[in-house]
T-cell receptor, first 114, second 113 residues
Framework: DTEVTQTPKHLVMGMTNKKSLKCEQH?????MYWYKQKAKKPPELMFV???????INESVPSRFSPECPNSSLLNLHLHALQPEDSALYLC?????????????FGPGTRLTVT | DQQVKQNSPSLSVQEGRISILNCDYT??????FLWYKKYPAEGPTFLIS?????DKNEDGRFTVFLNKSAKHLSLHIVPSQPGDSAVYFC????????????FGTGTSLTVIP
């Protein structure tokens, strides 16, 4: 089973709202990732968790706050977003924190900020 | 600075023929390369990978070729099928940068029945 699940599938939120994106994998993977993808652009790495610890934060604004409650779950908490944050947010996981492990992606959450 | 480039935004191929998708990179430290396929409204799906110690890796209809001296890789799909119509991203990674993948801008493949 190489499935990464993400909820919700779609999310519309105002600039003053607080919401959370959720990601789950049951492959025993020990590295998990958040990416942001705009239309016709490649995925951009936001955060990496290795063994439930934040290992990479790609200078992401503080209105995005990641959380890894356990090895299977990854959350992205959203607060005071801007319309330009509207994008597809992808979660991925890999076997471990090595550059040579392929990453498996979830279907994404389509976020619209109004 | 885009370290991984896919210079063809789109490609159309007749069903049954070969599809060749190309990818160039600038960073000579890249050591591992992957291809992903993405359908609309879905996340990228891993297709095939290759380590820099190899120059070819094959998996069914998909073959990836790596030319390190030219900093070029390509994905061959033979025979192409209509279900292969999707956006294809190449990605690269290197040691000592954590797990960061560098993605190309994608090539939209259309296989015409």
């Amino acid at each position: 089973d190489t499935e990464v699940t993400q909820t919700p599938k779609h999310l519309v939120m105002g600039m003053t709202n607080k919401k959370s994106l959720k990601c789950e994998q049951h492959m025993g993977h020990r590295a998990m990732y958040w990416y942001k993808q705009k239309a016709k652009k490649p995925p951009e790495l936001m955060f990496v968790y290795s063994y439930e610890k934040l290992s990479i934060n790609e200078s992401v604004p503080s209105r995005f706050s990641p959380e890894c409650p356990n090895s299977s779950l990854l959350n992205l908490h959203l607060h005071a977003l801007q319309p330009e944050d509207s994008a597809l947010y992808l979660c991925a996981s890999s076997q471990g924190p090595s550059y040579s492990y392929e990453q498996y992606f979830g279907p994404g959450t389509r976020l619209t900020v109004t | 600075d885009q370290q991984v480039k896919q210079n063809s935004p789109s490609l159309s191929v007749q069903e049954g023929r070969i599809s060749i998708l190309n990818c160039d990179y600038t960073n000579s430290m890249f050591d591992y390369f992957l291809w992903y396929k993405k359908y609309p409204a879905e996340g990228p799906t891993f297709l095939i990978s290759i380590s820099s110690i190899k120059d070819k890796n094959e998996d069914g209809r998909f073959t990836v070729f790596l030319n390190k001296s030219a900093k070029h890789l390509s994905l061959h799909i033979v025979p192409s099928q209509p279900g292969d119509s999707a956006v294809y991203f190449c990605a690269a990674s290197q040691p000592n940068t954590g797990n960061q993948f560098y993605f190309g801008t994608g090539t939209s493949l259309t296989v015409i029945p």
